[in-house]
Structure formats: C-alpha cells, structure tokens
C-alpha cells in the first residue's frame, strides 16, 4: 500500500513536471510564430532592436530546454516567466 502511494506521488509528480515542459516550450513557439507573422500590425509590435532580444531570448530558453529535458517542475516555470518579463 505504501509502495502504492508513493508510486502515485511520483506519478503525479512526473506529470506536473511534464506538464511545466510542453507550457514553456508552447509559450516558445507562440513568441516565434507572434514575431513572423506576416500581419502588419504584429510586425508594429516589436521595433528592430527589441525583436532581435526577443528571438535571442526565445532561442536561449529553447536551448535551456533542450539540455534540461529532467528539471524540476518549478525550473521550467521560473524559465518561463524569465521569457515572460
């Protein structure tokens, strides 16, 4: 029964953390598209400057992900709101 519960803790555990993952590497891929798109009033968004920062900063944490597919749950999120500010 203890072998039980613990499994159930590790289980739900692992999904919180896998969860925190997909959340960052989404957020990820919305600041790319968001940057490309073809719209003009989403290219108005960004001047030069503050785009080449963002992609550079998009492409870091991706990167970070990348080499850290086993973090902690709460790493992902800190990465994510350090893309989010």
Request: charged share 45%.
């Amino acid at each position: 029964m203890q072998e039980a519960k613990k499994d159930r803790a590790d289980d739900e555990a692992s999904r919180h953390r896998i969860e925190a993952k997909n959340d960052l590497e989404s957020y990820c891929f919305t600041m790319r598209n968001a940057l490309t798109e073809e719209k003009p009033k989403d290219k108005d968004k960004f001047e030069h400057d503050g785009k080449v920062a963002v992609e550079k900063t998009v492409q870091y944490v991706q990167d970070w992900i990348d080499q850290n597919q086993l973090a902690e749950k709460d790493d992902f999120e800190a990465k994510q709101k350090e893309l989010e500010h």
